[in-house]
């Protein structure tokens, strides 16, 4: 079965500070990965998504992402941090329709 | 563009009856939404794939009967939560894909069920 995980559960930063936020995929075949990004009380935006080609993907707002199929990985990436990051993160696994999201990443960036 | 809304955005019902939830894409046909619920402090888990004019697909464990879905058009889909119980209270969330573009989902704003 495919699965997702998110290894920090609750990250806090200052602002300027660099960050990266684990993501592990379990499926062997061909896999659609994606960073959703949810803003305190708004709904779920995609940050930026892989699919083929390039494994550093370049997402919104400066964010960033590295698919090593080595590692099964897709960790989200930025290299400095706002305040208006503060927000929960999704990495998510499409494959053949069947969506299968991480329990999310709690981001709070200190003023 | 790709905008999908959601409605009511919260409702509060009675257990034992039942509730509508709508998604609708505004400016996009959508031939498959999607339905997930959230669980506070949790993750989006699916429940289940519907697509136009056909019957939805179910995640294992969700009750077909329990949870009716209803893909009428391009732009609507329904989630009808029947005979309600306090453990059916959550967070639903619709997402719409554009023909063509099944990887790509757009999420509504959701929808905050809460059953007394």
């Known amino acids: 079965a495919q699965s997702v995980s998110q290894h920090n559960h609750h990250v806090i930063l200052s602002e300027a500070a660099s960050l990266e936020l684990g993501c592990n995929y379990s499926?062997?075949?061909?896999?659609?990965l994606f960073w959703y990004v949810q803003y305190p009380g708004q709904h779920l935006q995609l940050l930026l998504k892989y699919f083929s080609g390039d494994p550093l993907v370049k997402g919104i707002k400066g964010f960033e992402a590295e698919f090593i199929k080595s590692k099964f990985s897709f960790n989200l990436r930025k290299p400095s941090v706002q305040w208006s990051d503060t927000a929960e993160y999704f990495c998510a696994a499409i494959n053949a329709g069947k969506s299968t999201f991480g329990d999310g990443t709690t981001l709070t960036v200190k003023p | 563009g790709a905008v999908v809304s959601q409605h009511p955005s919260w409702v509060i019902c009675k257990s034992g009856t039942s509730v509508k939830i709508e998604c609708r894409s505004l400016d996009f046909q959508a031939t498959t939404m999607f339905w997930y619920r959230q669980f506070p402090k949790q993750s989006l888990m699916l429940m289940a794939t519907?697509?136009?004019?056909?019957?939805?697909?179910?995640e294992q464990g969700v009750e077909k009967d329990k949870f009716l879905i209803n893909h009428a058009s391009l732009t609507l889909s329904t989630l009808t939560v029947t005979s309600a119980h306090p453990e059916d209270s959550s967070f639903y969330i619709c997402?719409?894909?554009?023909?063509?573009?099944?990887?790509?989902?757009?999420f509504g704003p959701g929808t905050r069920l809460t059953v007394t």
């Open positions: 499926y062997g075949g061909t896999v659609n």
């Open positions: 997402s719409a894909s554009p023909p063509g573009q099944s990887y790509e989902q757009y």
């Open positions: 519907s697509n136009e004019g056909s019957k939805a697909t179910y």
